[in-house]
């Protein structure tokens, strides 16, 4: 394989992970933009929708689309629940108090995963419409299910973002984010925001366990790949919507072409150099708003 080639399918998977950090960072963005809390428990609503997906088409007999979606459904509720049941009831305490709360969930979400029957501590593998299947073009071999990880991506972003422009929910969730006591005053119910926000998160983090499935398998510690996300949000400005898909690129493909052309050891970390770099030059990130305060 000439080196053009090589690089290219490097940066082509390095696109695909990219993606799914982005969804998973763009969790983190809407609830910080919501609450100003930083979740970190989202990288558990991966591991929950990975499980769920893989009960539903190993066990149950589903077909893999009708599994993605009832996943990201369920996941969606599981979001909608823990707001209301848990999380809810801590409205108007410290951040502090909020994030400490959203780490224990996060431990406890990976314990209870590894109890249960048919889940456990081993490794698993959904079966997927793309599995062994790939576009050649000259040298150039693409699987299709890191070209299917794109491809959906880009139709989930693209629904997200009517739901943001054209729907009165989405509207009052982007009020709600620009000024919570302005939108109090139009008379939107902060607290519902609250619970729509939740929902979407969870289910974006179930959404993005399921299309990282086929490449890392199902299992309990699938949590810490998505905590990767979180310097993608930092770095596309973590109250940045498109910030965060840009910001996860950004760190998938820095990974892939240092998993190639990098010593080992050093793929894990290039990304935080170019973090680093990004937020000495512009500490509010890609795409973050300068904020000045006055003294």
């Given at each position: ?25 763009l ?17 558990e ?25 009832l ?11 823990l707001?209301?049941?848990v ?14 709360l ?10 209870l ?48 973002s ?103 050891g ?30």
């Amino acid at each position: 394989m000439s080196l053009l080639n090589e690089i290219l399918q490097a940066v082509l998977y390095g696109i695909a992970t990219g993606c799914i950090y982005g969804l998973v960072a763009l969790g983190f963005v809407l609830i910080y933009k919501a609450t100003e809390v930083v979740n970190f428990a989202q990288g558990e609503m991966m591991v929950l929708g990975a499980f769920i997906a893989y009960t539903l088409i190993t066990f149950l007999g589903l077909p893999y689309w009708a599994a993605l979606l009832l996943a990201t459904f369920s996941l969606g509720i599981f979001g909608l629940l823990l707001e209301r049941i848990v999380l809810r009831s801590l409205i108007g305490e410290p951040v502090f108090s909020v994030v400490m709360l959203t780490i224990g969930l996060g431990i406890f979400l990976r314990s209870l995963v590894s109890m249960i029957p048919g889940w456990g501590t081993e490794t698993h593998g959904i079966k997927t419409p793309f599995a062994d299947k790939a576009v050649r073009y000259g040298e150039l071999l693409l699987s299709w299910e890191y070209l299917a990880i794109i491809l959906l991506t880009v139709v989930l972003i693209i629904i997200i973002s009517c739901f943001f422009r054209f729907t009165k929910i989405g509207v009052a969730m982007r009020a709600t984010a620009q000024n919570q006591l302005a939108a109090v005053y139009m008379g939107i119910s902060v607290t519902r925001v609250f619970s729509y926000t939740w929902t979407i998160s969870a289910a974006l983090g179930g959404f993005a366990g399921i299309l990282l499935s086929p490449i890392t398998f199902v299992h309990m510690n699938m949590g810490f790949i998505g905590l990767r996300a979180l310097p993608a949000a930092v770095l596309g400005g973590f109250e940045s919507i498109p910030g965060a898909i840009v910001g996860g690129i950004v760190i998938g493909v820095t990974e892939s072409l240092a998993g190639v052309y990098l010593p080992v050891g050093l793929k894990d970390i290039a990304a935080y150099i170019i973090l680093i770099f990004v937020l000495i030059i512009r500490p509010e990130g890609l795409f973050g708003i300068k904020e000045k305060k006055k003294v």
